[in-house]
């Protein structure tokens, strides 16, 4: 009998070590610096490539729950840093809708535009707000990733969702020079692209 293998994504060990759940970040910049540290020590010790994301309660600023690129070191295309940071908040808040009427509203905050993969997982996961640094042409032109087929009026289309008690509050730009040296240390340390 064939047995096929589980699939298990986790956060590297030393987000395990260094990260503290329930740790308040109050401002938006806040919030965006520690996804980009995040994204920067993912490169720096190796463990995956050049994005972070967070998911944070948007009213507190507690942090719900940590992600960052595991897509090699998984073999998974899917481990992208958004994606991470909602299984792993799902986990935590024990539920697959991050926008259910039992929990406050929260929000993503990711280093990077997300890419039509992590966009179409956006729309499902139930998060109230998303807050972006860097754009997916930004992504494309400096670290050469392929970010899909990203439709032009990405952020309308979560800010028009409907029912909506499921549109999606979308701010972007924020701190993407920052965001953007990550991507060209990763270039430079000649990183994978995918």
């Not at 096929?4 to 401002?27: A, C, H, K, L, N």
């Not at 992600?67 to 697959?96: F, I, P, Y």
């Not at 800010?159 to 730009?173: F, K, L, N």
Request: glycine share 8%.
């Amino acid at each position: 009998m064939v047995s096929f293998p589980d699939v298990s994504i986790t956060v590297p060990e030393w987000v395990q070590r260094e990260v503290r759940p329930g740790e308040r970040y109050v401002m938006p910049e806040d919030r965006m610096r520690f996804v980009i540290s995040l994204a920067a020590r993912n490169i720096e010790r190796e463990t995956g490539g050049p994005f972070g994301a967070a998911v944070f309660e948007r009213d507190t600023g507690a942090l719900v729950a940590p992600g960052v690129n595991r897509v090699e070191l998984s073999l998974c295309s899917a481990a992208h840093a958004e994606s991470v940071a909602l299984m792993v908040s799902q986990r935590v808040l024990k539920t697959h809708d991050l926008g259910a009427p039992h929990l406050p509203k929260l929000e993503l905050v990711t280093s990077s535009q997300p890419c039509i993969q992590c966009y179409g997982n956006l729309w499902w996961s139930g998060i109230s707000r998303l807050v972006t640094g860097t754009s997916v042409a930004q992504t494309t032109a400096i670290g050469g990733f392929d970010e899909g087929p990203v439709p032009s009026n990405w952020a309308q289309l979560l800010r028009d969702r409907q029912p909506a008690e499921r549109s999606m509050e979308v701010v972007e730009g924020v701190l993407a020079d920052e965001a953007c040296k990550v991507l060209e240390l990763y270039a430079r340390k000649g990183g994978a692209r995918y």
